[in-house]
């Protein structure tokens, strides 16, 4: 009998292409039945893959969004965190100065100072407060502290009063200092950014509005009345009548400071409030949008398990007529 080796050779390479195709078709049945997903999505879906895509990118624009909120609510957190701390000092070195009286003694009047100093170097340290290497306090300046260092305000402050060694000539130094839009605690002090606020888009429709800075006047008059008793404490040379009459007034200022602070603080809850709400909101999205994606992608377990068996006896009948057709082939030769 004669022999065909190019017949041969072709059903061969027909035989293992099929066998490849089927093994890879048994091994995809086997993936989509341990995920529960099928690994076609575009044979799956016909071709038409545009509802699925439109999925995807919502979720990622989603998802966007959910990061800048959750940013945006830790900040919002720790702004309202350092403020609760600036007002619990304040409140505390007020109750202290306000006990300071004409017939407080010398070591009274230093120690009250003493304690204010200290406040406003705390105070100070909130308002720089960076989280993720972020300032809380500066506006859209992040890189940077947004206040001064308190030991160069001080001096500053100091060198605004001079010579001056009556309480009101000292107060009015430090309020000027405070309150002159063209020097003192505008260059000196603060050095974060002062243009508009700061925008924060946390979803499709909300764009939240962050306006608390270390320059805000309600942060401002606190400062205020605390460098006030804190610069005494730096002018040990100050008739002792004189210190304990600017740490009265200094106490007095604090205490109406609060009201201030709270406002502030007031702000920023409510800015807290309109993140929750969007995440919520966004959290609820996503949901929806994950089971409408997995009901696009899913696999129906009982059916591809039929086909995973069906594969599986194909391939095995590949194999026996392969193996059939190679007998064959061998009795050709003979």
Same mark, same amino acid.
């Given at each position: 009998?004669?022999?065909?080796?190019?017949?041969?050779?072709?059903?061969?390479?027909?035989?293992?292409?099929?066998?490849?195709?089927?093994?890879? +078709?048994?091994?995809?049945?086997?993936? #989509?039945?341990?995920?529960?997903?099928?690994? =076609?999505?575009?044979?799956?879906?016909?071709?038409?893959?545009?509802?699925?895509?439109?999925?995807?990118?919502?979720?990622?624009?989603? =998802?966007?969004?959910?990061?800048?909120?959750?940013?945006?609510?830790?900040?919002?957190?720790?702004?309202?965190?350092?403020?609760?701390?600036?007002?619990?000092?304040? +409140?505390?070195?007020?109750?202290?100065?306000?006990?300071?009286?004409?017939? #407080?003694?010398?070591?009274?009047?230093?120690?009250?100072?003493?304690?204010?100093?200290?406040?406003?170097?705390?105070?100070?340290?909130?308002?720089?407060?960076?989280?993720?290497?972020?300032?809380?306090?500066?506006?859209?300046?992040?890189? #940077?502290?947004?206040?001064?260092?308190?030991? +160069?305000?001080?001096?500053?402050?100091?060198?605004?009063?001079?010579?001056?060694?009556?309480?009101?000539?000292? #107060?009015?130094?430090? =309020?000027?200092?405070?309150?002159?839009?063209?020097?003192?605690?505008?260059?000196?002090?603060?050095?974060?950014?002062?243009?508009?606020?700061?925008?924060?888009?946390?979803?499709?429709?909300?764009?939240?509005?962050?306006?608390?800075?270390?320059?805000?006047?309600?942060?401002?008059?606190?400062?205020?009345?605390?460098?006030?008793?804190?610069?005494?404490?730096?002018?040990?040379?100050?008739?002792?009548?004189?210190?304990?009459?600017? !740490?009265?007034?200094?106490?007095?200022?604090?205490?109406?400071?609060?009201?201030?602070?709270?406002?502030?603080?007031?702000?920023?809850?409510?800015?807290?409030?309109?993140?929750?709400?969007?995440?919520?909101?966004?959290?609820?999205?996503?949901?929806?949008?994950?089971?409408?994606?997995?009901?696009?992608?899913?696999?129906?377990?009982?059916?591809?398990?039929?086909? !995973?068996?069906?594969?599986?006896?194909? !391939?095995?009948?590949?194999?026996?007529?392969?193996?059939? !057709?190679?007998?064959?082939?061998?009795?050709?030769?003979?």
């Amino acid at each position: 009998m004669p022999v065909n080796p190019v017949g041969d050779m072709a059903r061969q390479f027909i035989s293992m292409r099929n066998g490849s195709a089927i093994k890879a +078709d048994l091994s995809n049945l086997a993936q #989509s039945l341990s995920t529960g997903r099928v690994t =076609d999505i575009v044979q799956h879906l016909g071709g038409d893959t545009a509802r699925y895509s439109g999925i995807n990118h919502s979720l990622a624009l989603l =998802d966007s969004y959910a990061a800048t909120a959750s940013e945006t609510g830790h900040s919002l957190g720790q702004m309202q965190t350092m403020l609760g701390q600036m007002q619990a000092a304040g +409140d505390a070195t007020s109750s202290q100065l306000l006990l300071i009286s004409d017939s #407080s003694n010398e070591n009274q009047v230093t120690e009250a100072a003493r304690a204010a100093r200290s406040t406003f170097d705390t105070m100070v340290n909130l308002l720089n407060a960076r989280v993720a290497e972020r300032s809380l306090f500066g506006g859209a300046e992040v890189a #940077s502290a947004p206040l001064a260092n308190a030991a +160069d305000m001080i001096a500053s402050i100091q060198a605004a009063i001079g010579g001056a060694t009556g309480q009101a000539a000292i #107060s009015a130094a430090v =309020d000027t200092w405070f309150n002159d839009p063209l020097g003192g605690f505008a260059t000196m002090g603060y050095e974060g950014d002062t243009g508009p606020a700061v925008q924060k888009r946390i979803s499709e429709n909300t764009t939240l509005t962050i306006d608390v800075r270390a320059d805000d006047p309600a942060l401002k008059s606190t400062l205020k009345s605390a460098a006030l008793a804190a610069v005494t404490h730096e002018m040990p040379g100050l008739a002792v009548g004189t210190r304990s009459g600017l !740490l009265q007034e200094a106490g007095i200022g604090l205490f109406g400071a609060t009201s201030g602070l709270v406002a502030v603080q007031a702000r920023i809850g409510f800015a807290e409030e309109s993140v929750g709400r969007e995440q919520a909101e966004i959290s609820a999205q996503i949901t929806a949008l994950e089971i409408a994606k997995n009901d696009h992608v899913s696999a129906d377990p009982f059916d591809t398990a039929s086909r !995973l068996q069906a594969m599986q006896l194909q !391939l095995e009948t590949h194999y026996a007529v392969t193996a059939r !057709l190679s007998r064959l082939s061998l009795l050709s030769h003979m």
